[in-house]
């Protein structure tokens, strides 16, 4: 008698040969509907001439797009929880998508503790009560590609951080990644006169890293090193890893107690502080201090650096240290682009759009302009992509307004290997937007970006000693 058919084990498997196709159809669909809503409402917008009028009609479709792109990115999951935390800036999107997006920072769903069981023990050889004397079931947070649960060694008074990659979740994000490839060509075809093909490639190979933790425990103990050994004191913290604990798909780390920087705000009013007093704001400015020393040297005195700072990777701990966590993206930035990088940092500190074309140049970025003022509008766009600082009278990026400086000069080719700098300054502008300061990191970067150009033999007077101590003093 022939075995009986298992239906259960057949739509299962239907299931998850077909899961991509139906992620695919979601994507388009709702990128389509929301892609059509903008299109259709600046029809109808510009035909109202009142201005007052035309701003409330803008925050509509905002609120009305900013729940659309939600749902997507809550109900995809995987990938586009990191698409989540790309857009959903305060200097970049609209303050209806940013006040939406943020709460989807750590979201993700949670692994049943069983299948993080199984992973765990495969990975580190042993069972879980061998080796630890107490493993929180809930886990702290939950992101796209793996999640942490809080444990405590057999032995040890400490407690410990164990991260886990979620399964299964690889061949998901790869087909989100080349679904996003596709969108990019087409608005970059339309709409945005960037080269958003390139930045979607880079994306693909940086996250295509992140599944392998051996990669990551390595690239934290090296930055970990470098911060620690260039300083008295590490401008951040950063966790400790336990060597003989680390395997590609889970490792074990040092525990972080801190709060978490979204968090910032309801501490400081919880503990009685006035947010809008000198106490809170000096706490601010030490935070990002501290967050923008260690970019400068991580970027352009090593080359080496972490690329992932979302408010969901930076914890505030005592005497409101930094705690940097998350090196799933980093990047190793070729010595050329280091060195052609410092020099458009210079570039912009100093106002010089002159230098900044040249460094543009150098650094492989086509641009194609036809605009009035071509080199005041050239040096704006320098400053949009790569400070932290908005141009005067810029208070939001609008790569679709006629006036944005993307419309105005487009961007052709852009090196794949610059997205992860262009990425982080954006970051870490909207973090300096959410702690309510607006500063040039190009400025406090000088001294850093002048040593690394002087010791490359490109600079033949170093200022860096009389510029350094007003290192910070600009901060407002």
Partial sequence: ????????????????????????????????????????????????????????????????????????????????????????????????????????????????????????????????????????????????????????????????????????????????????QAFALYMQKTDIKFDLFSVTKEMEKQIGYEFDFTREANAMERIRQFLYENNKTSPVLVPRVLKDMVSRRAFVMEYMDGIPILNLGDEIAKRGINPGGKIAAAAKQNILKSLTLAYGQMILKSGFFHADPHPGNILICKGSKVALLDYGQVKDLPDKLRLGYANLVLAIADGDPIRAAESYRELGIDTLSKCENEMQEFFRLAQTMFDTKLPPGVAMLQPFSEGSSIKKISVETFPEELYSVLRTVHLLRGLSVGLGINYSCAEQWRPIAEEALYLAGRLKDLKTKRRRQSFFRRLP
């Fill in 1 to 180: 008698m022939p075995p009986l058919l298992d239906f259960q084990d057949i739509q299962e498997k239907l299931s998850t040969q077909f899961r991509p196709w139906q992620r695919s159809f979601q994507f388009w669909v709702r990128a389509a509907d929301i892609y059509t809503g903008y299109k259709v409402f600046q029809l109808r917008v510009s035909l109202v001439k009142d201005e007052e009028k035309q701003e409330a009609m803008w925050e509509g479709q905002h609120e009305l797009a900013a729940e659309k792109i939600y749902a997507m990115c809550s109900d995809l999951g995987g990938f586009f929880l990191k698409v989540a935390q790309i857009i959903g800036k305060p200097d970049l999107a609209p303050a209806a998508w940013v006040r939406r997006l943020v709460t989807l920072y750590d979201r993700a769903p949670a692994t049943p503790f069983d299948a993080v069981k199984l992973v765990l023990e495969q990975e580190l050889g042993r069972s879980i009560e061998d080796i630890f004397e107490r493993f929180d079931v809930e886990p702290l947070g939950s992101a796209s590609i793996a999640q942490v649960h809080q444990a405590r060694l057999k032995g040890d008074k400490s407690d410990v951080v164990v991260k886990v990659q979620h399964p299964g979740v690889q061949d998901l994000m790869m087909t989100d990644i080349h679904n996003l």
